[in-house]
């Protein structure tokens, strides 16, 4: 079997991080798994081995791992050393999917050890290349990306000297697919780009096809949808060329995954018209790959992600026709995990479709009997796991909580067992949902655990279901653009639900609102890292700390939106004990039907009544049962960690009946984390680069020309302070990367349009020769930064906009000063009226830098001044400019 053939199909088991997108689980990531490790070419591999390699690649790891400690036994017995290595490799391949780590790292550091000593196999023969690729993959498993890219270029280095451009080449997708594990996009980035370009210059063959579609299905993981839409093109090209119908479907296969992937894009930005177009797109392209002469695990993959896309556009009749088919095609699947993950599948699938249309759960409770059967048969530990969980949700649905449970247990023991993390929360989440059924009612059932009360059970199970995540969130932050589809759909209710449990009673402990308040900043940085898709440094300085000894004045505000009701929790400066709000006993659609009207209104300037009455029910939600606390303790700025649609309502607007809360109060934004130690600025020795551009280039339709920018720049020079400048066409991405990088800045301030997307990709400032995108920013600045402890102070954003108001678009803003290095940012929550933000920029100017004056109170008196101008006294034009990050 060609190499690069056994590599594709050995792809899916390998890649197992779908399971944090269960409901995207369909869409198939085609990723890469180690070299099956062959001995010398004038070595006869025996038929034990041959069996065994097919038994791994059909995914039955137990049964290869037999025939292969047979064939050990015969290379001990007649002294073939090399042939014994070549076994140990093999064997170190399956140990590692059957969760043996520790087994499978003992057996590869043997394979090494006697390369080494054996003449001719160390440093330079492919053994010994194949033997640091599986040790990669183990490092790799193990949570040692650092170290499996260190391995794998030695892989490389070998196949290089060899003259093997292909296996050099997967080597260096697996490389790109570790830095992306270390959240090192960019870099990830480069490698896929460079191996695309490799693979142009390669005559057209099967396995440049092969590595093509694999390089694609890592961009597409990396989020470069387009980039990753080209290779399956080219992909298609080359099978349709070599009349190879498996190449070719599964190209089609690839392109329907990657145009669903732009689809959940298009669904969190909240074009849900956008959405449904592509989602057909992608049925027409899983259509093509369905083909009778398609090998049958592509034609099932390819249905199974169909009938998911059908029942997602709500295709009813035409879901229901095709399941039955899927149903028919299973048992001819060879017995393998492939076959086990694509029943599950499509189990899942008829779970979702049993929302809306009934099917029997007797027939869906068949099929993963099936599976279990199966799974147990090949003593694959993963796919045991796997398997039961979902049955356990079966009896979830059916509100068999007992069995539920039993089943839900021994999956959650399986994954634990063999340290699988990413799908271990998923069971205790489910076990704290199976404890907990309603909503906020935790009910008895038996003997569970003795005399432990079953909310605090419960409580416990989604703590571990939370530490669980935060000990993969590198993971996730390496997954693809539609992460934030399911991010919300997989990963965010876990925070919620265990908020929910600790603040469902009406007193709840100090112990609970502190655990409330620690998973709400995590979830923040969470979604932060998700937006981003890559990691971000973590709080160092906690926000107690700098209220408790930097600003004593100031008290944090943290708020979540639940089903039922809006919970608030206040810490007041120089007070360890947390205050917990009488919780706000509205539904979900009520609070979000009040930010709606109030996010409109805030936008019309002829509605002030609208905005005023809208406003003052979210100041009674947030402000007013503290007022009292508040003049107590002298406090004189609010800091806000928001949730959900609340993110989009500049604070500042709140109204309590006679004055809006920036009149008695400075406002900022926080995210659970400060990118450094916050530091107030000083007037003195500010410097500012500013840059402004009145009229967009063609380039970047949809953006009209700002005529005030020019005289805004002007203003900020006549203040007094230092200002550097590149206008108009001298703004340029080139000029102002080298601008910057001459001297050290502590503001940048850039007077351009700009545009928060839903995503990193859609998330840019506009330059005189097109987009500087938010992705650009961290390299843009990084002369900015020659330590953690530097970088511009603020970076301002005077005429950037939100596409639709989506809360996730606002999470841009607070990307854009996290790539930038910055201690904070201000911009706009929508389009701001380009004569109102010169008096603006003036008046904060004049006040930025001051003693005793803060960021946060500079940009207070900047709105205050515009209240007070007839002009511009609506909060459409005051109201959007926000502080994120550092309020000193």
Known sequence: MNLSITRFLLSLPRWLRYVFLALIIAIICILTSPVIAKNSPESVINSQESQAQILYTEGRFAESIILLKQSLQDYQNNGDQVGKAVILINMALNYQQTGEIQEANKTIVEAMNILQKTPNYSQSSAIWAQAWDVKASLQLAQGKPEDAVLSWQQAEAIYKKLGDSNKAILMGINQGQALQNLGLYKRANAVFQNLAATLQNQPDSLTKAINIRNVGGALRVLGDLEKAKSNFEESLRIGQKLQSQEIIASAYLALGNVVRADANVKTAQGNIAAAREKKVAAINFYQKAEVDKTP???????????????????????????????????????????????????????????????????????????????????????????????????????????????????????????????????????????????????????????????????????????????????????????????????????????????????????????????????????????????????????????????????????????????????????????????????????????????????????????????????????????????????????????????????????????????????????????????????????????????????????????????QEVREIQKTGVSVSWIAEQEFTNQNFNKKLNTAKFDIVHLATHGFFGADRENTFVVTADGKLKIAEFDRLFRTQRKSANEGIELLILSACQTATGNDQEVMGIAGTTVQAGASSAIASLWDLDDQSSVPFIKEFYQHLGEPNISRAEALRLAQQALLKDPNYDHPRFWAPYVLVGSWL
């Open 296 to 710: 049958i695990q592509i034609q099932i993959k390819a249905k199974i992600n169909r009938l998911r896309l059908l029942i997602e556009i709500e295709k009813w009749q035409e879901a229901e026709l095709l399941y039955p088919q899927i149903q028919n095609l299973i048992p001819k699947l060879s017995l393998g995990r492939a076959g086990i993950y694509a029943q599950v599948n499509f189990a899942q699938s008829l779970m979702k479709l049993n929302e809306e249309k009934p099917v029997n759960l007797q027939t869906i409770a068949q099929i993963l009997a099936v599976a279990r059967q199966q799974a147990e048969q090949i003593q694959d530990v993963r796919s045991q796991s796997f398997v039961l969980g979902n049955l356990g949700h079966i009896y979830e649905l059916t509100k068999q909580w007992n069995i539920a449970q039993d089943l839900t247990q021994k999956a959650l023991n399986l994954s634990q067992s063999i340290q699988a993390q990413d799908i271990t929360y998923r069971w205790q989440w489910q076990i704290g949902r199976i404890l907990c059924q309603g909503e906020n009612e935790c009910y008895q059932q038996g003997d569970i655990k003795g005399a432990i009360p079953t909310e605090r059970l419960a409580i416990a199970t989604y703590t571990e279901a939370f530490n669980t995540l935060q000990s993969i969130r590198g993971d996730l932050v390496a997954s693809s653009a539609d992460v934030q589809y399911s991010f919300k759909e997989s990963v965010e209710p876990v925070y919620r639900r265990l908020v929910n449990l600790l603040l469902q009673s009406p007193e709840p402990s100090q112990d609970n609102l502190k655990q409330a308040r620690q998973v709400l900043e995590t979830l923040q940085v969470a979604k932060l890292q998700n937006f981003l898709q890559q990691a971000c440094q973590d709080s160092k300085l906690q926000l107690d700390e700098v209220i408790d000894t930097k600003d004593k004045t100031a008290a944090v505000i943290y708020s979540i939106i639940l089903n039922d009701r809006l919970e608030v929790i206040l810490r007041e400066p120089n007070n360890p004990n947390l205050y917990h709000y009488p919780a706000t006993k509205l539904s979900k659609q009520e609070i979000e039907n009040t930010l709606t009207n109030l996010y409109k209104s805030l936008q019309d300037p002829g509605a002030y009544e609208e905005v005023q009455t809208a406003g003052q029910k979210v100041y009674n939600w947030l402000i007013k049962p503290i007022e009292e606390k508040l003049e107590k303790s002298k406090i004189n700025t609010l800091i806000f960690v928001l949730d959900g649609s609340l993110r989009r309502i500049p604070m500042a607007a709140l109204y309590d009946g006679e004055k809006y809360l920036m009149e008695k109060y400075a406002v900022s934004l926080a995210l659970g984390l400060q990118v450094r130690d916050p530091m107030p600025l000083q007037r003195k020795e500010m410097k500012i680069l500013a840059a402004s551009l009145i009229d967009p280039p063609k380039s970047v339709p949809g953006f009209a020309s700002l005529p005030g920018v020019a």
